[in-house]
């Protein structure tokens, strides 16, 4: 089956900086790759999904890349607000709607 | 998007009782999940709820353990059976709404957090 690996656990960046958060998977056949935000105590939240014919996605401050070559995938946050600080989930989709997740990362945007 | 609640949003139970869970939808969706979040931990799929029939689970996981419902389009209900310690965690269900050939975003539900003493 698909295995997603995240990296890093933890990243602790200032107020301004940006943040990069790396995603891979195992599975050439997954097709759409999501990613979730995750508020202490709340549910995952749908940030940004990319699917497999393009490259390159962006929402105002935050932007996903695929590399479908190398089956890597990752979450770009720019001008980061103390309001990023949460847990980020990567995911690969696949066959039947299935969702395989990262372990996550959690990032600390220091003001 | 589709508005999804739970019942109940958490919940302390004695090991060797049983909870069952429930999981609401505002809309007809296409697919419904069944999600285990361990603490500090990232999600774990733990079965497919089929409409009608007999839920898909995943390895390592067991319909006597987690017995799952799915009665109409928009509710399911999820079984946490015979519960040790190592049952506590948050469970979510999460919801497809169109489904089809290409993949379809999924929605998560609040969480019920499940503590078992």
């Known amino acids: 089956g698909e295995n997603v690996e995240q990296h890093p656990s933890t990243l602790s960046v200032q107020e301004g900086d940006s943040a990069v958060i790396k995603c891979t998977y195992s599975?050439?056949?997954?097709?759409?790759f999501p990613w979730y935000k995750q508020e202490l105590g709340k549910r995952p939240q749908l940030i940004i999904d990319i699917r497999s014919n393009v490259g390159e996605k962006k929402d105002q401050r935050i932007a996903v890349t695929l590399n479908k070559t190398a089956k890597h995938f990752s979450l770009h946050i720019t001008e980061t607000q103390p309001e990023d600080s949460a847990v980020y989930f990567c995911?690969?989709?696949?066959?039947?709607?299935?969702?395989?997740f990262g372990g996550g990362t959690r990032l600390m945007v220091k003001p | 998007s589709a508005v999804i609640s739970q019942k109940p949003s958490r919940d302390i139970c004695q090991r060797g009782t049983s909870l069952t869970i429930q999981c609401q939808v505002d809309s007809q969706v296409t697919m419904m999940f069944w999600y285990r979040q361990q603490p500090g931990q990232s999600l774990t799929l733990i079965a497919t709820a089929n409409q009608g029939s007999e839920a898909t689970y995943e390895s390592g996981f067991v319909i006597d353990k987690f017995p799952i419902s799915r009665p109409n389009l928009t509710f399911s209900t999820l079984t946490v059976s015979n519960m040790s310690p190592e049952d506590s965690s948050i469970y979510l269900c999460?919801?497809?709404?169109?489904?089809?050939?290409?993949?379809?975003?999924?929605?998560f539900g609040p969480g019920t957090r499940l503590t078992v003493l």
């Open positions: 599975d050439s056949a997954s097709n759409y």
């Open positions: 999460s919801v497809v709404i169109f489904g089809g050939t290409e993949p379809d975003t999924q929605y």
């Open positions: 995911a690969a989709h696949n066959a039947g709607n299935m969702l395989t």
